[in-house]
């Protein structure tokens, strides 16, 4: 079974602003897997974790701007 973590605890442990994680939800680059009873989003933590590092490093290292992470994450 997958453990499923807010987007707080994803960003934490991703070590990145929640903001910025929250951005890319906004974005479509991060998927939630599931909702609580009060409406927040449930991210898988080893795939969210991988998607939002590799994310955020396309776009400090490569400097890639977000159209061009969606292609490249497809």
Do not use: W
Not at 55 to 71: F, G, H, N
Request: glycine share 6%; net charge positive.
């Amino acid at each position: 079974m997958t453990n499923l973590i807010t987007i707080g605890e994803l960003a934490k442990k991703a070590g990145i602003r929640k903001s910025k994680a929250r951005f890319y939800f906004d974005q479509g680059l991060i998927k939630s897997e599931d909702r609580t009873e009060s409406g927040y989003n449930l991210f898988s933590e080893t795939e969210g974790l991988k998607r939002l590092k590799e994310i955020d490093r396309l776009q400090k290292v490569k400097r890639l701007r977000i159209k061009e992470i969606k292609e490249a994450i497809k």
